[in-house]
């Protein structure tokens, strides 16, 4: 059983991109620029972020975290987005989700500019994605794609169950493995896997133990802890888990652990390989944002392409 280490892949990933932006910095050219737009104080969003801004730092992307008060109406909030849209200095920008519930999150995402969409989640960036048109791919599924091109675990042909139908995880998954190979940007990734006979379950879902069973790989980003169990999986299945849920844990100092949605313990002995939590699809999204930073500042200042 092999252990998908996406915290050694992600930091390798990191490494390039640094190594990269080393060399523009040596030439004069200008850092690239990521904005964080966070609402509210959602304890979780903001670990994120925090991880977010240290990566960022680690390879030279400059990032600016932009505040509001869970109180910001939906207006001022669009209105701040469509500042960002025409702010030359600033690369890409996401806002970080989810949002209060007075803000409609569709409303946010169909306003930021796909050009800036460095999450890959806009309707133009998934619309775009959909139709084969060169788009900013959505971080984790990207990352994902990066962890099994990495350990070198093919999809064509194989069949995927996807559990959650998520905008930023299940859908843009589904979507990623089904297509024909295509590359999402020049600079985003030299190879792209795709080609897999992709079904989608949620939680309407009957028997989903039976259709994972027939699974050569299972992406499970459902928000369930212990969803995945051993007996809902084929030996030698691929077994990402992109689930990060908060259990308690006063053993632990801060009182809560991580896990993820798979019985890690007991699918891990009948797994052929697993993405652990922490460490697994975690990090990869993080290098995935990254990229693609650095993707639409390769475009915005020509002449210095990534090489990968
Ligand atoms: N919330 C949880 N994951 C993500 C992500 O990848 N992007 C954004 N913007 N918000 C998130």
Known sequence: MIVLDGKKVAAEKRAKLREFLTSCKAKGVRMPKLAIVIVGHNPASETYVANKMKACAEVGIEVEKIA??????????????????????????????????????????????????????????????????????????????????????????????????????????????????????????????????VTVCHSKTQDLAAICRTADIIIVAAGCPGLLTAEMVKPGATVIDVGINRVEDPASPRGYKLVGDVDFEHVSQVAGAISPVPGGVGPMTIASLLSNVVAVYDMNVPGYKVSE
């Open 68 to 197: 509001f008060e869970a109180d910001i109406t939906e207006r001022q909030l669009l209105t701040e987005i469509r500042k960002l849209n025409r702010d030359k200095s600033v690369d890409g920008f996401i806002v970080q989700l989810p949002l209060p519930e007075h803000i409609s999150e569709a409303k946010v995402l169909t306003t930021i500019d796909y050009r800036k969409d460095v999450d890959g989640l806009t309707p133009m960036s998934i619309g775009r994605s959909v139709q084969g048109l060169p788009a900013i791919p959505s971080a984790t599924p990207s990352g994902i794609r990066t962890l099994l091109e990495y350990y070198q675990i093919p999809t064509a042909g194989k069949h995927v169950v996807v559990i959650g139908r998520s905008n930023i995880v299940g859908k843009p998954m589904a979507l990623m493995l089904m297509q024909r190979p295509y590359l999402s940007l020049p600079s985003v990734s030299a190879a792209a896997l795709g080609d897999a006979t």
